[in-house]
């Protein structure tokens, strides 16, 4: 395939050995952008950096074979780890006994601490504190940062008044367990991040003459700061600053991070090959809000049309709880539904709301701060209304219900119907795509009147449009008219 102008523009800033940000848009070819500058200079050897597994197997397969492909924790990757990743699984209870929490605390018998929140007494057992201790290391091994500090340490919901308590019981548990954690003979299960982060600590020095750094905008610190540090190899970094929608979970854009710290230039690259111009017209409405560096060009030959479908091939949601919902749905009248990721997130969660509404405390990430059903009711009307979709789908159909209705998926190859969460639909595409209502509109300000949108929610908007390549139903998204400014 001949070169787009703009591909063109970035194979010729490649050949002036210049360092070099992409900005590339949903569909516009910028996998085979970078094919394309490793086919133009076979002699150097490069280093491609993949977003996953799966991403890196299929680069090496197509990139020419001065290039190795690899992700992040597979360049991190040392075979003396492989015993410790192979360990049975450990709960956050059997992970608080082996690291003898009660120890590091100087907690006496079996009376859990007792933290005050606004809403009444919270018990923290040593594995709550355990599982919030190995949140904390997530946290510490996705940034850049040389030691685990209080600011690792997330904020949990049904927690946040007591937060300076939280941060007393959790902090030196977490170090303690990173420091276990370095050790060969560690009694705490070895993850791949943390020999990511292992290995980024050791300052490595990664032999290539090229990196190539894929999907950019969702890139942990730790790994940009190990490719920030290669300055004997030339760097492109290429990815859409729009379609940033892993902050939460540690992950900044690592190309605006180039720019900044290399003063590289930044081209784009708007032309996309995956949809129509009526689609493109709707992911430039998410463009113009969060005042991206690009809009896209739809492609003329594909005939995309924007509007109500009554059998999409997807359903895109915002959260858990409302793929869920649609699962549950489809499953009432019949359909053979796959859900991407599988049903083991949901199962989760709703054996954690089985264990509150039983009485019983959960170590569930989203659930751990709270004491009952009753507290998480509370706390979605009054303070957090995403959680508002997850107490309705429990209240009305219940846990064991949810659990039989994950088991009973099946793969996509076999469903009538995918329903994906936004956040997982990345990098996927399907013919008809309708985005679910639990994508729901912000209120106004009580004081200014403004209808503001935090950033990364219009961001995942973009994303879930993007997905489609013939039909796209945004009904759902109609009130993007109404918002009136972005938020960080």
Request: a negative charge; charged letters at 25%; glycine letters at 6%.
């Amino acid at each position: 395939m001949n070169p787009t102008p703009e591909q063109a523009d970035a194979i010729e800033t490649y050949g002036d050995g210049l360092d070099l940000v992409l900005q590339a848009g949903a569909g516009c070819g910028k996998s085979s952008t970078l094919k394309m500058i490793a086919r133009a200079d076979r002699r150097r050897r490069m280093t491609y950096v993949a977003y996953n597994s799966a991403i890196a197997a299929d680069a090496r397969r197509s990139f020419p074979s001065n290039v190795m492909s690899k992700t992040g924790h597979g360049l991190a990757f040392d075979p003396r780890y492989g015993a410790r990743l192979q360990r049975p699984r450990q709960t956050a209870h059997q992970a608080a006994q082996a690291l003898d929490v009660r120890s590091i605390l100087g907690i006496i018998g079996a009376t859990p601490t007792v933290l005050t929140d606004r809403s009444g007494m919270k018990a923290m057992t040593s594995k709550i504190i355990m599982r919030a201790a190995l949140d904390t290391i997530e946290c510490f091994c996705h940034s850049a940062d040389p030691e685990v500090i209080q600011k690792h340490v997330p904020h949990f919901d049904g927690l946040k008044k007591a937060r300076g308590e939280v941060v007393k019981l959790v902090l030196p548990v977490a170090r303690a367990a990173w420091e276990d954690l370095q050790d060969d003979d560690s009694v705490l299960n070895l993850t791949h991040d943390h020999y990511l982060k292992m290995w980024a600590l050791s300052k490595p020095r990664i032999p290539t003459d090229v990196v190539l750094l894929d999907e950019a905008q969702d890139t942990n610190d730790v790994l940009s700061a190990v490719l920030l540090d290669q300055e004997h190899a030339q760097r492109i970094a290429v990815g859409d600053s729009a379609q940033q929608i892993y902050s939460w979970r540690g992950a900044n854009d690592a190309l605006a991070k180039f720019t900044a710290e290399l003063g590289c230039p930044e081209l784009t690259l708007s032309q996309s090959f995956r949809f129509g111009p009526a689609i493109a017209d709707r992911a430039n409405q998410w463009l113009r809000l969060i005042d991206a560096p690009l809009r896209l060009t739809g492609w003329e030959s594909a005939e995309s049309t924007v509007g109500q479908l009554d059998a999409p091939d997807a359903i895109l949601c915002r959260t858990n709880a409302g793929a869920m919902g649609i699962v549950l749905e489809a499953l009432a009248a019949g359909r053979k539904v796959a859900l991407v990721g599988g049903g083991s997130a949901i199962k989760q969660l709703a054996w954690a709301a089985g264990a509150l509404q039983d009485g019983k405390p959960t170590d569930h990430p989203e659930l751990m701060g709270f004491t009952s059903w009753d507290d998480v009711r509370q706390y979605a009307a009054e303070e957090d209304g995403s959680l508002e979709v997850l107490v309705k789908l429990v209240d009305e159909h219940g846990p064991e219900r949810i659990v039989s209705a994950a088991d009973g998926l099946v793969s996509e190859t076999q469903a009538e119907l995918v329903v994906s969460t936004a956040h997982r639909s990345k990098g996927r595409e399907w013919p008809a795509v309708r985005i679910h209502a639990d994508f729901r509109a912000p209120k106004p300000d009580r004081r200014t009147g403004l209808v503001v949108l935090p950033r990364e929610e219009a961001r995942l908007a973009y994303v879930a449009v993007t997905r489609a390549r013939e039909q796209l139903d945004d009904t759902a998204l109609n009130w993007v008219s109404s918002v009136t400014a972005v938020s960080e």
